[in-house]
Nanobody, 125 residues
């Protein structure tokens, strides 16, 4: 299983950015694909997740209304659209995948079996 995260870069506060997570060699039955991020000196935190079959969406409160997760089934890719970026959004962003999660466990990073390599987002103020 491979997850390839991309789309990070250097932007200014208020800008938008779209991250991509391309999944391969993954059986998508019961899979949830999720975005986490890790800022320097901080723990990796859950941002948003999407259940591949059914499209159920999960968000952490701090990004609701600014970040949108979506998927392209044909491209087996999950996106994270990030709007109104702030300096505190600066972090390495990771996508992860797991099977068999229920809603209450989607945000628990220990539940994820597969991780992408991370893509750096830097927001200058």
């Amino acid at each position: 299983v491979q997850l390839q995260a991309s789309g990070g870069g250097l932007v200014q506060a208020g800008d938008s950015l779209r991250l991509s997570c391309a999944a391969s060699a993954l059986t998508f039955n019961s899979v949830t694909i999720t975005w986490f991020r890790q800022a320097p000196g901080k723990e990796r935190e859950f941002l948003a997740g999407i259940r591949w079959n059914g499209g159920n969406l999960y968000y952490t409160d701090s990004v609701k209304g600014r970040f949108t997760i979506s998927r392209d089934i044909a491209k087996t890719t999950v996106y994270l659209q990030m709007n109104s970026l702030k300096a505190e959004d600066t972090a390495v962003y990771y996508c992860a995948a797991a099977r068999g999660l229920i809603a209450s466990t989607v945000r628990h990073r220990g539940r994820y079996d597969y991780w992408g390599q991370g893509t750096l987002v830097t927001v200058s103020s």
